[in-house]
């Protein structure tokens, strides 16, 4: 069956450290795959978007990885603040503009 | 950025009434918007697909007649839940997709909180 495997357990680093999540996925082939935030207690906002074809994309202090391969995404916060503290969600497109969401995973940034 | 509203953003309602929840894409026009439900430390399941002027698409165990979807405007679609009862206590949230956006970017709402006594 599909499933998105991100780690459930909290993420805690320093400000300043550069924060890495990841997101596994096993059984699908999907076009692109996505990575949003979600704060509690409100909808998650779109970060950034990386197709298949992409190894790496940027956009400010973000950096998502994509690994066809290995069935695995990697999403890197550099320079990390406290204002970055949230979770992290990564998601996985399938037909119609469906996506698929993994579990996500809880980062805290640290003074 | 595109903008979606969702209203209201928290119910509390009695076993057995029904609850309209609305989600409105403020500045952008979406043939298609996505209805979601998360509980609480879990993921955001997909309940069904909303497209306007036809009927909507429900996902596997989730029924639609519990669950009533209408999308009568490029703007609005609407997610009634009928006979409410405790289990169906959860955060929903629509989500959109621009006619112009790029390839795949949703924006989602706020959420509603939906409490059922």
């Known amino acids: 069956s599909q499933k998105i495997e991100q780690n459930s357990e909290a993420l805690n680093i320093q400000e300043g450290k550069t924060a890495t999540l990841t997101c596994n996925y096993t059984?699908?082939?999907?076009?692109?795959l996505q990575w949003y935030r979600q704060d509690p207690g409100r909808g998650p906002v779109f970060l950034l978007l990386?197709?298949?074809?992409?190894k790496e994309k940027r956009k400010e202090r973000l950096k998502v990885t994509f690994d066809t391969t290995l069935k695995q995404s990697l999403f890197h916060i550099t320079a990390s603040q406290p204002a970055d503290s949230a979770t992290y969600l990564c998601?996985?497109?399938?037909?119609?503009?469906?996506?698929?969401f993994g579990t996500g995973t809880q980062l805290k940034v640290e003074l | 950025g595109a903008v979606v509203s969702q209203h209201p953003s928290r119910v509390i309602c009695k076993s057995g009434t029904s609850v309209k929840i609305e989600c409105r894409s403020l500045?952008?026009?979406?043939?298609?918007m996505f209805w979601y439900r998360q509980f609480p430390k879990q993921s955001l399941m997909l309940m069904a697909t909303s497209n306007e002027g036809s009927k909507a698409t429900y996902e596997q165990g989730v029924e639609k007649d519990k669950f009533l979807i209408n999308h009568a405007s490029l703007t609005l679609s609407t997610l009634t839940v009928t006979s409410a009862h405790p289990e169906d206590s959860s955060f929903y949230i629509c989500?959109?997709?621009?006619?112009?956006?790029?390839?795949?970017?949703?924006?989602f709402g706020e959420g509603s909180r939906l409490t059922v006594l």
């Open positions: 998601a996985l497109a399938g037909g119609g503009n469906k996506l698929t």
């Open positions: 500045d952008f026009q979406a043939t298609t």
């Open positions: 990386i197709r298949e074809n992409e």
């Open positions: 989500s959109a997709k621009s006619l112009a956006g790029g390839a795949g970017e949703l924006f």
């Open positions: 059984n699908y082939s999907p076009a692109y």
